[in-house]
């Protein structure tokens, strides 16, 4: 039996205040608090959405796809 070390961790959204979440491994989540690697290279079989909740998670700073890519819009103008 293989026993799955996973931790789930979330954050809210700082513009609608959705709360987002994701499961991960708990080894790499630690490997990328503790270690200063970069999230892409920690979780790179995960979307750029993903990496961006768990990057929002370890800097307290997130906001959801759907905010994001609302706010990104205002710079294109």
Do not use: H
Not at 16 to 27: A, G, N, W
Request: with cysteine; glycine share 6%; aromatic share 12%.
């Amino acid at each position: 039996m293989k026993l799955v070390d996973e931790v789930m961790i979330g954050q809210t959204c700082q513009n609608c205040s959705v709360f987002d979440r994701i499961t991960v491994d708990r080894k790499s989540l630690m490997e990328y608090m503790e270690d200063m690697k970069r999230v892409q290279d920690v979780f790179g079989d995960l979307s750029a959405e993903d990496r961006e909740l768990i990057l929002g998670f370890k800097k307290g700073q997130y906001f959801c796809p759907i905010c994001w890519d609302e706010f990104m819009r205002g710079f294109d103008e």
